[in-house]
Every structure is written in C-alpha cells, then in structure tokens.
C-alpha cells in the first residue's frame, strides 16, 4: 500500500458548489498534514496545515484530519473558478520530508 | 520579495550532456530540497539539504547530485542526463528550523533531455 493515496479526478464543478477532496495514508504515525495548491505551470504553494485529528478552517478552506481512520479531508465552500487547480495533500515524514499525494485536478466552472 | 527562483525555467538536451539547474531563496531557509513531478507519479522528493554542506538522498536521487555550499543556494545537477530523466523540477525551502513542513516551492523546470 502507497503512503498516500488520492483519487486524482478530474472534479469538475459549477461555481458555488461544496467541493470535497480526500487522502488516506497508511503510517499511524504521521502526525502533520498539509494541502498544497498548485495552479497549471506553477510551484505548489502551502494552502493549509494541520496537526493532529480535528478541524482547521480559513476562509472558504476547511481541512479535517481523521487520525483514527487515516483520512484527510479538504472542504471547498462556494467554489470559484479561481478555485481550478490540482491539490496536493502532503504529510511529514520524519521532520526531513514531505510525501505528497498524486493530487487531485478541479476544475470549477462559472 | 520572498521568494525561491530556479534557472533555467526550460531546457531542452541531449543524451549525456551535463546540466546543472541552479535554485536559490532569499529568505535564509535552512531547509531546501528538489523534486521532480512526473503525470500519474506525483511529487517525489530527489534530495534535500538541512543546512549547509548537510545533503541527503530523498526517495529518487539516482542519476542526480546536489551540493551545499551557501545557505541560499542549492543546485541540482546531472551528470550524465538520461531520457527517464524528462520531467518537471521543483526546487523548495523551508523556514521551520529544518523541518519540512511548509515549504515554498520555486516556479519549476521543464527538463527535456532527448
């Protein structure tokens, strides 16, 4: 089993709609997740991180971690074109490195 | 402006010919690494730096070699490019005391090595 797994879509919307990405990991260990967004022909920029089970919101971005199931959660509220991009769910290895997710391709349309 | 650029942005090379893509931050990161993104493969990490001259192998480093000799800078280079080594490369850095958390990636490399 990958470390990380994430459907890769695509996931396309209208705008306005709740849109909701996944990962699951396999390391009970893990303890520090992040979501990073990268637009088309752009480095992934940091958009949320969380530490540990609960949620943590910002905005219209609520992520949600689920420790005991191993699942983590990306919640997107009145989606936005502005919105299309892959996602990339992230956790720490070790304090020395970043697995990523494939990452999931959104496409919101107006 | 904080940022961590990368040159070139794209390359195009033969078989063999060595490269080398530079990164540099300006925003006194211990942390730094390189990764590469390939469709269906994701971002896998090639190798990353905790500090000056403290470099190790991340998850895919055969073929490449980095070095450490500045804080801000951390080149990536091929000694000997092989086609499997097409790809996009991002170079990163971090400011969390050498904790890889959140990370700030450069714009990208788009490698094509024929």
């Known amino acids: 089993q990958k470390e990380v797994e994430q459907d890769p879509g695509p996931l396309s919307v209208p705008e306005g709609a709740i849109v909701s990405l996944n990962c699951t990991y396999s390391n009970s260990a893990f303890q520090y997740f992040m979501w990073y967004r990268q637009y088309s022909r752009k480095g992934p920029e940091l958009l949320m991180y969380t530490y540990s089970s609960g949620n943590k919101e910002d905005g219209r971005f609520t992520a949600q971690v689920d420790k005991s199931s191993k699942y983590i959660s990306l919640f997107i509220r009145d989606s936005q074109p502005s919105d299309s991009a892959t996602y990339l769910c992230?956790?720490?290895?070790?304090?020395?490195?970043?697995?990523f997710g494939k990452g999931t391709t959104l496409s919101v349309s107006s | 402006e904080a940022q961590v650029t990368q040159n070139p942005r794209y390359l195009i090379t033969v078989t063999g010919k060595k490269l080398t893509v530079t990164c540099s931050q300006n925003m006194n990161h211990e942390y730094m690494s390189w990764y590469r993104q390939d469709p269906g493969l994701g971002l896998r990490q090639i190798y990353y730096?905790?500090?000056?001259?403290?470099?190790d192998k991340g998850d895919v480093p055969e073929g490449y070699k980095v070095s450490r000799k500045e804080k801000r800078n951390f080149p990536l280079i091929l000694e000997s490019p092989s086609p499997n080594q097409t790809s996009l490369y991002f170079c990163?850095?971090?400011?969390?005391?050498?904790?890889?958390?959140?990370?700030?990636f450069g714009p990208g490399t788009r490698l094509t090595v024929l």
């Open positions: 730096s905790m500090n000056v001259e403290v470099t």
């Open positions: 992230a956790i720490n290895q070790a304090g020395t490195a970043l697995i």
């Open positions: 990163a850095s971090s400011n969390l005391g050498g904790r890889a958390d959140e990370q700030f």
